[in-house]
């Protein structure tokens, strides 16, 4: 088995301010994504990586941007977080991209701006 | 349905029923995945119904796929009160990728 570690767990953040989310995997998966989900919200991918070092945009990727530095480790960051947002991140990792692979998520980082 | 821009459908039952939870889907896919979410924690994968198959069972889960419909379903029989959780439907609409439907969250009373 494996465990996804997201840090911080909660983020208080100012509008405008730059904020950056951290998830770590150890299941050694190629593949990670960050998903964004809003109160009584699905789920809405934002970015996700294929390997080490690769980044491709998802549904929700304006006002984002990521990194993949180790097969390990993906951030995300929030370029200018907007007034009054709240919602809960979520990082997940999977063995291979493609619909039949499982994803494994994190607890997510819950990020609220005053 | 918990599909698009819907809120968050909320479903409220007695310990002991069954309960079937509906999932549409707009184009085609070779996978629904159904997750189950609880408070405070990230989603965790319950079953998997490739579009082959028509009907996947796992303890009292059961979860069925009707391509022609595109259409998917989760039933739970004999709810226990550790089910209360938010229940999500995906599907790999662009065959790489997951797309998630809105959740139904469940609570089942004792």
């Known amino acids: 088995g494996g465990i996804i570690t997201q840090t911080p767990k909660f983020l208080i953040g100012q509008e405008g301010q730059k904020l950056t989310l951290k998830c770590q995997q150890n299941?050694?998966?190629?593949?990670m994504y960050w998903y964004r989900q809003d109160s009584g919200k699905g789920l809405r991918l934002i970015y996700y990586s294929i390997t080490e070092n690769d980044l491709q945009k998802g549904d929700l990727s304006e006002g984002y941007d990521a990194s993949r530095e180790k097969k390990s480790s993906f951030s995300l960051t929030v370029t200018s977080a907007q007034k009054n947002e709240m919602a809960v991140f979520l990082c997940?990792?999977?063995?291979?991209?493609?619909?039949?692979?499982?994803?494994?998520f994190g607890p997510g980082t819950r990020l609220t701006v005053l | 349905s918990q599909w698009g821009e819907e809120n968050l459908q909320a479903l409220s039952i007695q310990e002991g029923e069954d309960v079937t939870m509906n999932c549409s889907y707009k184009?085609?896919?070779?996978?629904v995945h159904w997750y189950r979410q609880d408070s405070g924690r990230g989603p965790a994968l319950i079953i998997l119904?490739?579009?082959?198959?028509r009907e996947k069972r796992s303890g009292r889960l059961r979860a069925t796929l009707d391509t022609s419909s595109q259409s998917s379903s989760l039933s739970i029989t004999a709810a226990q009160c550790e089910d209360t959780a938010v229940y999500f439907c995906?599907?790999?609409?662009?065959?790489?990728?997951?797309?998630f439907g809105t959740g139904t969250s469940l609570l089942v009373d004792p």
């Open positions: 997940a990792s999977s063995p291979r991209l493609g619909g039949y692979a499982e994803q494994f």
């Open positions: 119904i490739r579009s082959n198959e």
């Open positions: 299941f050694n998966h190629d593949t």
């Open positions: 184009t085609y896919t070779t996978v």
């Open positions: 995906a599907t790999d609409l662009m065959g790489y990728k997951l797309t």
